[in-house]
């Protein structure tokens, strides 16, 4: 982290009174008067129309009706870009870093861009609600889809939400926070019980999403899978209260998908089935208003619900979608964003200046190893997967950056699993010509119901017009002409019984069934299967993968996701190993690529150890050994165990980068852009350290027994020590905090500012970020060591100093007992750069 040194300024402090600003206490937030056009709309409806609109019409729209005035609503998969009505290579999205890379930032400037930037996306795709931002906590490290969510901490999380939020519906785009309420694990998401009491869900996972909704003014919230305290979120009183009742909101609860799964669901406050056209709803909805057993009432107001939100994204009436008033370029942003988001850990060389950044003047030769420093991932797995028009890998970025330097490659351990998708300039459309492959939908008889060209050979279908379900069979085919002459395993990736064919022989007939019993997980993470194949560079293999769709069923009946490809080479990992470490000892530096991939890290499953997968520990202690002037690049979402981490020359964790991670990464260890990330979540040593660690329910239910202790809190509840503090990080300059200006006291709902002065002690600009955590050790209740009540990121040129101020929202004092309880009294703020790095302090009366 940024040096930061005690100061006897700090100790003493001029303290004043801020004057209150006008604020809405969220316990009192009342939603606005619908709009009368919205009124009359609703009106003109009956009952059978009314509860039409309450499911989905497929996928991904809602139902229009024209007499009314009333278009189809299309919503997209988020959060990290935006995917649009079609799972399709030929209609490329922007794929920003993760939100893990977003929440190190720890910038609500750059959070409000990023919303923007999403915003900007869905409007050219013509999607009128972006499904994120995801906001649930990092509650175990061995959370499956937490590279989908923001930090371990409620506050940070809050406030990024509000701001990511903002960003996308100033641009006329509605936004979701999701999912509502503690789905902060994968396993049995789908029918997993969360016991927590209502203090650890108002003071921890509620509050993560309150500002989203009291503050930003979400127009969508979506509701989770798992139930609460014995009832299924979908029919949880947490719909109607604290949402509603208290936080004032007057948006859509959309479900996730299959979530809503009865009747009993209409009568809480839950607005909309996901997908259609089916669900649980509909006729038997009608029904019960007829019967008397629900009221039209309650159906009226999740009518009005969903037309106000048409209102808003212009698919009422005579109004149509705003133009977006916040646009920048959405590819240099996300390469700015990347880097915003590393956070740089280590930077110490053998003869005890900093590693980084390198002198690109002074190199001759950089080795770059490991398999994700060639195949990065930018993103993770599951739902929030978008399809990029080209992505950039560490190597790429290097040897773009440095055209006069022997960048050099080595895998060094193999990481990937399963099958990845061929090299499009090595496909050629067997039918057009071009680059790509072709797909065949196919009658009983044979016969072509519908065919396509395609640029990717790995392909989901999920929506859009291809006949899935009346289809008896589908056909890929290409033409592969290899770059180089090796022995690969070729093979495919779904669920079902296929051929494949190379050269019209028959090289695989399998039949693969699903792998767990998560639907996302299953469809999007299918089985592979695969076989050797003998390649010569320059010689074509005519490629063809055949599936049956005759017996499909379901969900299976209106999706596909297959993927044609290769799996690794049986090569030999200790060769791989001492072929990097030779590399590495012949180059002036060398740079190591570490990561999780797709099994690791997605959505559907929870991770079984925070281990890097494979060899790729021995890897870094064998180049380390090779070369001391190491740096390691960690592209992963999420925590992972690194026991190699004190004998680095440096340390960079670089999260899901984005489609320009390698861009970002070439700017940041030339020194072009600052690391600007700080840890938003805690990296432990080992993995025995971790104090809440498990994400696996017993007897079906997950409990929340650590109560409000989670994330930094647990750690420091604990006293063990992990290997990185929430909070940490450094840049390429050092800082010292040398004042701080703070009230003296102040009241119960009152926001107030703490101003520190920052001075950069260094020879180049940087960035900081000031945290401010409260303690009451003192306190009639069981409180945490300490816990983050507000922070600000300010950039200051060297030699200079700046005044930042840092909001504190008296409302994190709070605890809550049947209601927001403050205590009287003295709480100790204290101030510095991580949970644990707090040189500044002051104290703050709270006049009750």
């Keep these: ?57 497929d996928f991904w729209t809602t139902w229009p009706i024209e007499r009314i005035g009333l278009r189809r609503m299309l919503v997209s998969d988020g959060p990290s870009g935006v995917r649009g009505e079609l799972w399709d290579e030929r209609d490329p999205s922007l794929n920003l870093p993760s939100a893990t890379a977003l929440a190190a930032a720890w910038d609500t400037d750059v959070a409000r861009r990023y919303g923007a930037a999403a915003a900007v996306e869905a409007r050219r795709k013509d999607v009128d609600v972006v499904l994120g931002p995801t906001i649930n906590l990092h509650r175990s490290p061995l959370g499956g889809r937490h590279f989908e969510a923001f930090s371990e901490d409620p506050v940070l999380t809050g ?24 789905n902060d694990f994968e396993t049995d998401r789908f029918t997993a019980d969360v016991r927590a009491d209502e203090r650890t869900l108002r003071e921890v996972y509620l509050l993560a999403f309150e500002k989203a909704v009291t503050e930003a003014r979400a127009w969508v919230v979506m509701s989770a899978y798992n139930a609460v305290n014995g009832t299924t979120v979908t029919e949880n009183e947490l719909l109607e209260t604290p949402l509603n009742s208290e936080w004032g909101f007057d948006g859509v609860v959309i479900s996730d998908w299959t979530a809503v799964r009865s009747l009993a669901s209409a009568t809480a406050s839950q607005d909309l089935v996901m997908p259609g056209p089916d669900g649980p709803w509909g006729d038997a909805l ?20 969903l037309l106000t939100l048409a209102q808003r994204v212009g698919a009422l009436g005579d109004s149509s979608p705003a133009e977006p008033v916040w646009v920048e370029d959405g590819i240099a942003f996300a390469r700015e964003a990347a880097a915003e988001g590393t956070v740089l850990l280590e930077n110490r060389s053998p003869d005890g200046r900093p590693a980084l950044p390198w002198d690109a ?10 398999n994700n420093a060639a195949a990065a991932r930018t993103q993770g797995g599951g739902s929030a997967t978008v399809v990029p028009e080209s992505t950039v890998s560490p190597l790429d970025g290097l040897r773009a950056a440095l055209p006069g330097v022997d960048v050099g490659y080595s895998v060094g351990a193999v990481v990937q699993s399963g099958v990845v998708e061929l090299p499009l300039p090595q496909l050629t459309n067997p039918v057009s010509g071009a680059p790509g492959l072709r797909a065949r939908f196919l009658a009983p008889d044979g016969t072509e119901l519908f065919g396509e060209d395609r640029r990717s050979s790995d392909l989901v279908y999920f929506g859009g017009d291809a006949p899935i379900e009346p289809a008896a069979g589908y056909e890929l085919s290409t033409r592969w002409t290899p770059a180089e002459s090796a022995t690969v395993r070729l093979g495919f990736a779904l669920v079902g019984r296929a051929q494949l064919y190379v050269d019209g022989e028959l090289l695989i007939d399998e039949t693969l069934t699903p792998v767990g019993t998560d639907l996302g997980a299953a469809f999007l993470s299918p089985p592979n299967a695969s076989a050797e194949v003998r390649l010569t560079a320059g010689a074509p293999l005519d490629v063809r993968l055949v599936l049956d769709l005759g017996d499909r069923a379901g969900f299976n009946a209106r999706a596909l996701s297959l993927r044609l490809g290769t799996e690794p080479a049986d090569d030999d990992p200790d060769a791989l190993i001492a072929a990097a470490a030779q590399a590495a000892a012949a180059a002036d530096v060398a740079l190591v690529v570490v990561g999780t991939n797709s099994v690791v890290e997605s959505e559907g499953y929870d991770r079984d150890s925070l281990a890097l997968p494979g060899r790729q520990d021995d890897l870094v202690r064998a180049v380390v050994a090779a070369n001391p002037r190491t740096v390691v690049l960690v592209n992963a979402g999420a925590p992972v165990l690194m026991p190699w981490r004190e004998d680095v020359a440096a340390l960079l964790i670089g999260w899901f980068g984005g489609q320009e991670f390698g861009n970002a990464v070439a700017d940041v260890l030339l020194g072009v852009a600052e690391p600007g990330g700080r840890l938003p979540t ?4 080992t993995e025995a350290d971790v104090p809440v660690l498990s994400c696996t329910p017993v007897d079906g239910v997950v409990e929340y027994a650590e109560g409000v202790h989670i994330g930094y809190r647990a750690w420091l509840r604990s006293g063990a020590q992990p290997a990185w503090w929430f909070g940490s990080g450094q840049g390429y300059t050092t800082f010292e905090l040398t004042a701080v200006d703070a009230p003296a006291e102040a009241a119960p709902g009152e926001v107030v500012t703490v101003t520190v002065e920052v001075t950069n002690t260094g020879e180049r600009a ?29 950039r200051v040129p060297a030699g200079q100093t700046a005044r930042v101020d840092v909001a504190v929202d008296t409302r994190y004092l709070a605890y809550w007992a049947e209601g927001w309880q403050y205590e009287p009294g003295a709480h100790q703020l204290r101030i510095g750069t991580s949970a644990v790095d707090l040189p500044g302090g002051c104290t703050l009366q709270l006049l009750v």
């Design 1 to 57: 982290m940024g040096q930061v040194t005690r100061s006897p300024v700090l100790a003493s402090f001029a303290c004043r009174i801020r004057d209150r600003p006008d604020r809405t206490d969220p316990m009192t937030t009342t939603p606005a008067r619908p709009d009368p056009r919205v009124t009359e709309a609703l009106a003109a409806l009956t009952l059978e129309e009314k509860v039409q609109l309450l499911t989905g019409r």
């Design 159 to 182: 406030e990024l939400a509000a701001a990511y939020v903002s960003g996308v519906q100033d641009n006329g785009v509605g936004a979701t926070p999701k999912h509502y309420v503690a």
């Design 286 to 305: 009608v029904a019960a208003v007829r019967d008397g057993e629900v009221d039209e009432a309650v159906v009226d107001r999740k009518v009005l619900r």
């Design 361 to 370: 003047a002074a190199l001759r030769s950089v080795a770059v190893i490991g």
């Design 682 to 685: 805690t990296w432990p040593a």
């Design 766 to 794: 940087g960035k900081e970020v000031v945290q401010v955590y409260a303690e009451r050790p003192d306190s009639v209740v069981d409180r945490p060591v300490r816990w983050l009540v507000g922070s600000a990121a300010v």
